[in-house]
């Protein structure tokens, strides 16, 4: 019992790594950085813009091979040789971030995106280790614990990289963009050091094959992803909650991506900027927690609710925003639901995976939140440069929201649950 909770806190430990990533580089000091200083005599919702184009394209290119790795993973027992590969891309692509200085907004963008596929693409491998992990009953426990995790790792790392650049002379650095640059490269070390504990204490389940090769894995990779888009329409509701989940998904990470650049378009200062998704990191750490425990009272799918309702309106509000107050508002309600929509939204499809298709079918799962995040960037992005507003982007997402919670609706969890065990039957 020892054992199994030593991996399930090594499982966790990556979160509280890579999360560096997500809070640093993705979230709070790149977006930033990238408006200030890459993009240097560009205008602001323009830089927005290209900012929204980078996020599309990193997006797009890892939910093209989401499903193609975790086929071959699943077919090789493979999946951990996969996370390394991608992890230790995002990590060396943070570390280049450093080099980006006064204009070079179209160096920041591709390492941005080589750094954004490594991020998600290990992701996906490390999606599919949670089965193997918990037990279905264990499984809300253990997803919002690994979002937690990631909170307080990534919130760690991102309050000493402000201290950093609100106080360069602190650590004896002479000046801010120094030190932002300096904070690049810590992100890939954090995320590399708590790595270790996974790399050496979660052992991949073997698979044997009757079956001889025959063709490249590459091959058998595109074949099968043929198969999954067949053998996905037998489950349901596992389906019907995809598309949902594809939709409010959509919404949810074009928040995360662009909530720091929508509010430097519309005026509101670097620091404010910064500070606020600080706050958003430490504020979700109690309430993922909190959401974990409240689906064991009301259901993980009303949890879910909750969260997604709460969402809808922090993008209707978000569209009148005009001071730093109402982005630090805005920063706290979305530290509220953000990790807790995450961490059920992983838990409820995981109940309805086939025992025997984790890999491939998490593989599906990250198409499904890799695609989605493709629209909602490329829209805000989009509808900003056209009208020269990034107001009316924003504005755009409170469809992703309505559509993903009429489509939940329909879902039926225990079904999915009965139609995973009983594939034949389904």
Known sequence: MENRKKIQRSWMLYDFGNSAFATTIMAAVLPVYYSTVAAAGVDENLAASYWGYSQSISVLIV?????????????????????????????????????????????????????SIGFSGANIFYDSFLPEI???????KVSSGGFAYGYIGGGILLAINILMILNPQWFGIPNTTLATQISFVTVGVWWFIFSIPLIKNIKEEKKFHNHKRDRSYAAIGFLRVGNTFKEIRRYKQLLIFLLAFWLYNDGISTIIRMATVYGSSIGIGSNDLIVALLITQFVGIPFTFFFGWLATKITAKKALYITLFVYLGIVSIGYFMTSAVHFYVLAICVGMVQGGAQALSRSIFGSMVPENKKAEFFGFYGISSKFAAVIGPFAFALIGQVTGNSRTGILSLVVFFIAGIVILRFVDIEKGIQEAKEPVAS
């Open 63 to 115: 939910a093209i091979l989401a499903p193609i790795l975790g086929v071959i993973s699943d077919f090789t027992s493979a999946k951990k040789k996969f996370l390394h590969f991608f992890a230790f891309m995002g990590i060396i692509a943070s570390i280049l971030l450093a080099f980006v200085g006064e204009g070079d907004y179209i160096l920041a963008s591709v390492l941005f995106i080589v750094g």
């Open 134 to 140: 918990a037990d279905r009953n264990e499984m809300d």
